[in-house]
């Protein structure tokens, strides 16, 4: 497809589980975001790569989440022992290029619930 | 304290009303975009404003960058149900972070 693929859609899983969501970017797009969306909030970096290297992780809330692009395409969102906190819509966007004043393209996210 | 401050945070009206919304900062920034979430997508970029002052049209939306470059202003004239959403601004930071607000939820009644 010509978008930002994520998947799963949903994912339901109980307190203590770890989950893997995955990112399919538009292809040839350098930047790769992840943001993690509450429920009524805006979107909330987590962390940034830049074809295969992650230049900022600040965003990411604990050593539970770990992110991965390793051949600069597809990434990876992994998060271990989940938590009801956890429980939000994580979204990818990519970007062409570097250049700040690129547009990002968002998928339609993966909603998160943590029972 | 968030960076960005939307208001209002919910809006309900008729359709054929006219409305505004902002963002509101206390810093100053290089540029501002707008962006619109509808329910179960991403957001969607509309518009970035560079330009102290500068005003960018996109059918009967007007964006408006404030001349300090510290807030930005929507407004949309004859909103139609259509325009219904989370309307977002959002900033670069410097390094490699986007900060978005926390959103204007618009909902336009047929």
């Known amino acids: 497809g010509a978008g930002v693929s994520q998947s799963p859609r949903y994912k339901v899983a109980k307190r203590g589980q770890d989950v893997a969501l995955r990112c399919d970017p538009i292809s040839g797009h350098v930047s790769l975001f992840w943001y993690q969306q509450a429920l009524g909030q805006g979107p909330e970096f987590l962390t940034y790569f830049q074809n295969e290297a992650q230049l900022d992780k600040s965003g990411l809330p604990s050593d539970r989440f770990f992110a991965e692009r390793p051949e600069g395409s597809v990434s990876t969102l992994k998060i271990q022992r989940t938590q009801q906190e956890d429980s939000a819509v994580y979204l990818c966007a990519t970007r062409r290029d570097r250049g700040s004043n690129q547009p990002q393209h968002f998928g339609d996210g993966t909603r998160l619930s943590i029972l | 304290t968030q960076l960005l401050e939307q208001s209002p945070q919910f809006l309900s009206i008729q359709e054929g009303e006219n409305l505004t919304v902002y963002c509101n900062s206390s810093?100053?920034?290089?540029?501002l975009q707008w962006y619109r979430q509808e329910p179960g997508e991403g957001p969607v970029l509309l518009v970035t404003v560079v330009t102290g002052g500068e005003v960018k049209k996109l059918k009967r939306l007007t964006f408006q960058f404030g001349d300090a470059r510290k807030d930005s202003s929507l407004h949309i004239t004859a909103a139609q149900p259509g325009d219904t959403g989370l309307y977002l601004c959002a900033v670069y930071t410097g390094g490699f972070k986007t900060i978005f607000g926390a959103g204007t939820r618009l909902f336009v009644k047929a």
């Open positions: 810093s100053v920034f290089s540029s």
